[in-house]
């Protein structure tokens, strides 16, 4: 007799039933064993991040197999807003996906077609081939898997956060992250997520957001920053990454013992 599978509930619903900011850590390493530590330390969720880091498709399946033991909700990034990149990174078995860079409502609205079946969206069907389904486990997984998703948007430009009430209003939209440093950098301040503009920038869409009844999280390694972020209403964010913590420690302990 075959073992039904039940998936894990999606970020938003994990959002939904938060009484507190959710804070979570990225995975940009690649290694399966800082997946584990770092998804097992008690965070409330972790992003894996195909953007910025050398994932193929087997090191993104590979890290959300690594993950799936512990209670941290992994996310994953994609590089781009593509239709078919979506298709297969739901196809890995992400259920929760970020799309970096979406600048108006219609890359928006791209983003969530791409994430549903028809007819609803355009996701293209696959399941009995597929980790998302757990190759058919889950039963009747192609009329309920859009309840097992859920879609983040970035706004991470001056573009962006000029068009977020428009953003925020696209249904299937169910979180927005704020990048401050792409933000910087779109606003002529490169490296000064802590000017004053972005930070205004900043606070302006995490309160549009509030208003249109959205999830919104934000990136900051600054803790106290990150702390003003949530104390303003943020309900998620990130506040380090395996490599970053690895990189600065390792300095940190040269600093005091190698250096003359």
């Known amino acids: 007799m075959p073992f039904p599978v039940e998936l894990p509930k999606p970020f938003n619903a994990q959002l939904a039933d938060a009484s507190r900011p959710q804070v979570g850590m990225w995975i940009s390493s690649g290694s399966s064993v800082a997946a584990e530590i770092v998804a097992s330390a008690g965070f409330d969720w972790v992003l894996v991040d195909g953007e910025h880091s050398p994932y193929s498709m087997e090191t993104i399946t590979t890290l959300l197999r690594a993950v799936s033991a512990y209670d941290a909700t992994p996310m994953v990034?994609?590089?781009?807003?593509?239709?078919?990149?979506?298709?297969?990174?739901?196809?890995?078995?992400?259920?929760?996906?970020?799309?970096?860079?979406?600048?108006?409502?219609?890359?928006?609205e791209a983003a969530v077609a791409a994430m549903h079946y028809p007819p609803r969206g355009v996701r293209g069907v696959g399941s009995a081939l597929a980790r998302s389904s757990r190759w058919n486990a889950v039963p009747n997984y192609l009329t309920t898997a859009s309840e097992t998703l859920s879609l983040t948007v970035q706004i991470e430009s001056a573009e962006a956060a000029k068009n977020a009430d428009e953003i925020l209003a696209v249904d299937g939209v169910d979180a927005v992250f704020i990048g401050p440093s792409d933000l910087a950098a779109s606003m002529g301040l490169i490296g000064q997520q802590q000017h004053p503009d972005v930070v205004d920038a900043v606070n302006a869409t995490i309160a549009k957001a509030k208003e249109a009844g959205k999830f919104v999280?934000?990136?900051?390694?600054?803790?106290?920053?990150?702390?003003?972020?949530m104390d303003a209403g943020v309900d998620f964010t990130l506040i380090a990454a395996d490599v970053s913590l690895l990189a600065n420690h390792s300095r940190a302990l040269a600093e005091k013992f190698c250096s003359e």
């Open 217 to 229: 999280g934000v990136n900051a390694f600054n803790l106290d920053q990150a702390q003003a972020y």
């Open 77 to 108: 990034r994609l590089p781009v807003n593509d239709t078919v990149l979506i298709k297969q990174y739901l196809d890995l078995g992400g259920q929760n996906l970020m799309i970096p860079m979406v600048d108006s409502a219609q890359e928006a």
